[in-house]
């Protein structure tokens, strides 16, 4: 399967920056088979997805055509977000405990991933770390973030897992 990893931060990122191809570890011990460059009007396309439909509604608009203003509405996501755990927990029982694919399972997915999105984040401006992460390190750095904040999309890639 595929899907993209975006590179957003708080700074604009220079091009010679930009996440690219050969910037994430990939192979083998890796979550990543491999990635790709994608064309611009892909880039865009996702980069509207991103804005209108995984993120939080309401939370973000995006200002042009690589900036993104985070308008507020992280009490009411930490809210929901402690809401989809309890759900998540209450369905944990001594006979589902170790299902295979059961409630912990998806209880550890929803951990990492609150969005439950295949969109990864990369939040390094120098482009020199060797990782991207699940949306929950992303969203955990956003509720720290002052309504009105601009953030910056750089690369963004395909990966195949």
């Known amino acids: 399967m595929h899907s993209k990893i975006f590179q957003i931060t708080t700074t604009k990122v220079s091009k010679d920056c930009y996440l690219n191809e050969d910037t994430l570890m990939q192979g083998d011990d890796s979550y990543f088979d491999y990635c790709d460059k994608i064309d611009e009007e892909e880039r865009k396309y996702h980069i509207d997805v991103l804005v209108n439909h995984i993120l939080p509604k309401g939370m973000f608009e995006l200002v042009a055509e690589d900036t993104i203003r985070y308008i507020g509405g992280a009490e009411k996501w930490k809210e929901e ?6 759900n998540k927990v209450e369905v944990v029982t001594p006979d589902t405990v170790q299902d295979w694919i059961g409630p912990v399972y998806q209880l550890e997915k929803y951990l990492k991933n609150p969005l439950e999105t ?4 990369y ?3 120098e482009g020199a770390q060797s990782y991207a992460e699940q949306s929950y390190e992303f969203m955990r750095e956003v509720c720290g973030y002052e309504p009105g904040t601009l953030l ?4 963004v890639i395909d990966y195949h897992f």
Do not use: E, M, S
């Not at 295949?118 to 984040?121: K, R, S, T």
């Open 152 to 155: 910056y999309i750089g690369g």
């Open 81 to 86: 977000f402690v809401a989809g755990l309890r």
């Open 118 to 121: 295949a969109y990864w984040f």
């Open 123 to 125: 939040t390094d401006t």
